[in-house]
């Protein structure tokens, strides 16, 4: 059996096993680690998926990357994750919505995707802790658009030997959002709201991570930073799964035949759920086109068709929040996949830090033949919704509907007709007013809960449970901070 290292996308020497990636997150150059290679899937080998409960698919695909963990050990941590919290039996439905397979990625505890990564994350991270005899406390800082912070503290609460404290943009996420992440219970964690948007918090996040001082200061209290965001490699490796998951349905519904290539169309923020599906694709996924799906704040879609990232533009808060982001942080896997150069790499992430923008056009041609990009603004959204609602009687969440637009964009433009799996992100409960309005309902007066009883009398959904229930649920968290005070604050909870 080969075992897989992991290095950094910039050039540090250091090779670390996917224990190690898992539990520091980033790499000490502030890269991110990235597998030396892409194991292979033979056809064959995907077509047995078939027949596999998702559990069982997941061990399969992650055995093939965390080569350090016995096969026992990947059994527990996914039987642990999967097995109680998810609200369908098959994990990730795929589901047909008109002329479109909708891959339904919230059935979690958080109605969010962001659970198929997070409620194993944790059991990876302990597992890791374990396996490498770490005894400090790791302490997991996050940096959330909206989903990623709720579903961490859902996955990490009251776990041994762990913390966390997630940032999450001052008015940035919808009310439901705010409501998961501020009512969470746990004694080690820690909710703080930050001044500023989503990059703001994230690039204070990395800062952090690049401190040395900050690190002393917080060895010296036994603590050790890593990330639950999608820099760290234990929140990517999970998503790959899905992809293969959908092709398996696919192929058990008979809606394709083995081999028959199938396009995905994702809504994306930070690049990592996209990205995802590239690495499915490179291990010999039968992939066509993933087409990436942004809001107003549509810069994977200049770059994509351009080849210049340019974050130097007006930043918008929009009906799809979670993707409201300048700075796409997994995009920089990409780039080092693309080039195998980490010099250049680490060139162009310097020049995105210091003048907000980089040049890789010469990487054009590669990145059109694997991506295809569109954009829908909040107009274009609303509408997306309630058209779809109206000819297959189906809801879409705010951040699907901009991919279920995004795919059909795609087919007018270039007539292929391949089938298409849109990823459908979250619940459209955790979006309630925004989806409400889009169905032409009038929302003033009514609060979260009671959107979310018009809502169902409208979709005829079940509201998720754990949603149901914030109605009651205790603020427990009410910290907020200035953009350059998050260094702060979180030596403040690292002493506590």
């Excluded at 219970?185 to 204070?204: I, K, L, M």
């Excluded at 996209?274 to 549509?298: D, E, F, H, Q, T």
Aim: hydrophobic share 45%; aromatic share 8%.
């Amino acid at each position: 059996m080969y075992t897989m290292d992991y290095f950094s996308t910039r050039g540090a020497k250091e090779r670390v096993s996917s224990a190690e990636a898992i539990l520091q997150g980033l790499a000490s150059d502030g890269g991110l680690f990235v597998p030396a290679s892409f194991p292979q899937m033979t056809l064959s080998e995907i077509e047995a998926l078939r027949d596999l409960s998702y559990e069982e698919r997941a061990v399969r695909i992650l055995r093939l990357y965390l080569t350090d963990y016995t096969e026992e050990e990947l059994k527990g941590c996914v039987s642990r994750a999967y097995g109680h919290t998810f609200d369908d039996m098959r994990r990730a439905p795929v589901r047909t919505v008109g002329e479109l397979e909708v891959l339904e990625l919230w059935h979690g505890p958080t109605s969010a995707f962001k659970d198929m990564a997070l409620q194993l994350l944790p059991q990876l991270m302990s597992t890791a802790r374990a396996k490498t005899g770490e005894k400090d406390t790791i302490l997991i800082l996050v940096a959330t658009s909206g989903d990623t912070g709720k579903a961490a503290l859902e996955g990490f609460a009251d776990a041994e030997g762990i913390r966390i404290m997630v940032f999450y943009p001052d008015g940035g996420v919808s009310p439901v959002q705010r409501l998961q992440m501020v009512t969470q219970e746990g004694a080690n964690v820690s909710v703080v709201a930050v001044r500023g948007n989503f990059d703001d918090a994230q690039r204070g996040v990395k800062e952090i991570f690049g401190d040395a001082a900050m690190a002393k200061e917080l060895a010296a209290l036994h603590t050790k930073l890593s990330s639950a965001n999608s820099i760290n490699w234990g929140r990517l490796v999970p998503q790959i799964v899905y992809y293969f998951s959908a092709y398996a349905d696919l192929l058990a519904a008979g809606k394709i035949e083995v081999g028959d290539s199938v396009n995905f169309t994702v809504p994306t923020g930070n690049f990592g759920n996209i990205l995802a599906g590239y690495y499915a694709k490179r291990m010999g996924l039968p992939v066509g086109k993933l087409i990436c799906a942004s809001n107003a704040n549509n810069v994977l879609t200049d770059f994509l068709q351009t080849g210049i990232y340019d974050r130097q533009r007006d930043f918008y808060r929009t009906m799809s929040p979670s993707m409201d982001i300048l700075v796409s942080s997994n995009l920089e896997r990409l780039l080092y996949h693309l080039t195998e150069d980490t010099a250049t790499v680490a060139a162009w992430m310097k020049s995105l830090a210091e003048v907000g923008k980089y040049d890789a056009i010469c990487l054009l041609p590669a990145l059109q033949e694997h991506f295809w990009a569109a954009f829908a603004d909040d107009a274009a959204t609303e509408e997306e919704i309630r058209a779809v609602y109206e000819r297959t009687a189906y809801t879409l969440d705010t951040h699907t509907a901009v991919a279920y637009r995004a795919a059909e964009d795609y087919r007018r433009a270039t007539g292929d007709v391949r089938p298409m799996v849109v990823l459908s992100t979250a619940s459209p409960y955790k979006f309630g007013t925004s989806v409400l309005h889009a169905l032409g309902e009038d929302t003033a007066g009514l609060d979260e809960f009671a959107q979310m009883e018009r809502l169902h009398a409208r979709s005829g959904m079940e509201i998720p449970a754990r949603l149901a229930a914030l109605r009651t649920a205790a603020v427990l968290h009410k910290g907020v901070c200035e953009k350059d005070g998050m260094r702060a604050a979180v030596l403040s909870f690292a002493k506590a």
